[in-house]
């Protein structure tokens, strides 16, 4: 775990560019002079438990308010109670989250993040801080999917049908929504790529679910289920085309598509179709795996030419390139283990992470789940040392209590929001790739 990050000299190093800094500096230049040095305050050491049922920001510089190993204040109302509700919470996880070596640590304290940012009724927010504290699509589905890779199965239940609550009746979701479901906090514009991460949600959730529990919980999904998959189908003519542009996980408008948008649909078509395979449905299901087959293809044919770039006819690469990989769907595509990796290239940043796409504002952060994607891309094409790294680097620029981050700036300090639920989960997925 860092405390503040490493000394920048150790960050470039490790980031691959020692060589050309010692370069510049024989010339009396700093390569990274000429970049943007953003600052962002870190907002918090971690989120932990005041009370039962009471999460709190805790302050930066406060880590040893929180009792180590837990995401409890030591000043907690029934400390121990709360302490020993964790434990046996973990316990239910699998070996390779229990292990005591640096993987294990890192799991428990992702997945204790996730809990901590989880409420009761399946509203995982992506952050306590004020500004996060809502429920994303892309964010929840992630979370479920974590729940599931890790024996929690519950939780992922909730979230499934949380999303099926405040989906809309015609199959699209907000960007975001308020934890007690009353709608979106603001005029973002909606994103077509939340109703395949919802399909993704309902899928994992099933299918962990054994026995008539796991019909039950199809059943109470069906409707989310089919206005989504109606939605997709018709936006894409049954997987035979590319949708409409719509803003995807930047939250920014567009005007071409982009993989962001797309991906997740294929991803959904495919979780569609295992629902209603649940239900017995064997028509609509028929239908979903055609679309969802003949979307990929789709796909490959118009963004895989250019290494799959987050435009229809660019050449910029983008996180999202991960969801055309293992555990999104069932294989990735030839040539995509070798396009991630030119992607992490272009898109690395002074620190060592990754920015959001290689088209983002050039301020020198970079961003945990971005990182925390290519990583489980990595992980996804089979090339495991390349995972790890990524996860190494992650457990590096955690907080002083043990938390991801949302950001790390240039010289390796932990930035934004912490902890962040996404980068959480997709850490979890990664090693559940890895590890299991």
Known sequence: MSNGGPSRRAVLRASGVGATLAAGAALGVDRWSTSHRVEVPLYGETVALEGPGSPVVVGVGRQDDVLPGTRVLKAATSADALVEAERAWLAASPAWVLADDRWGRLARAALLDLRVLTLPAGEHVAGWSSSWRYVWPRDSSHAAAAFTATGHVDEARRIALFLADVQRGDGWFEARYRPDGSGAPDTRRRQLDGTGWALW????????????????????????????????????????????????????????????????????????????????????????????????????????????????????????????????????????????????????????????????????????????LIALAHAGCGRENDAYRGLAWLDDHRTKAGSFPEKVLWDGRPASVAPLGWTAALVLLTLARLRA
Not at 201 to 216: C, D, E, M, Q, R
Not at 277 to 294: I, K, N, V, Y
Request: glycine share 12%.
């Open 201 to 372: 949600t309902a899928s994992t959730a099933v299918a962990a679910t054994p026995g008539n529990a796991g019909l039950v919980l199809a059943t109470a999904l069906r409707p989310m289920v089919e206005r989504g998959l109606g939605l997709v189908l018709a936006l894409t003519a049954g997987g035979t085309r590319l949708p409409a542009p719509s803003s995807d996980y930047w939250e920014l408008p567009e005007r071409r598509v982009t993989l962001g948008t797309v991906s997740p649909l294929v991803v959904g078509l495919h979780s569609a179709a295992t629902v209603l395979g649940c239900l017995d449905l064997a028509g609509p299901a028929a239908r979903a795996t055609a679309a969802a087959t003949s979307l990929a293809q789709v796909v490959a044919a118009a963004y895989g030419p250019q290494g799959y770039p987050r435009h229809l006819g660019g050449d910029d690469p983008d996180a999202a390139i991960a969801f055309l990989a293992p555990p999104y769907v069932a294989s990735a595509p030839p040539g995509l283990a070798d396009a991630v990796t030119r992607s992490e290239s272009r898109m690395r940043r002074p620190a060592g992470g990754a920015a959001p796409g290689a088209g983002w504002k050039d301020d020198g952060i970079s961003w945990t789940p971005e990182t925390a």
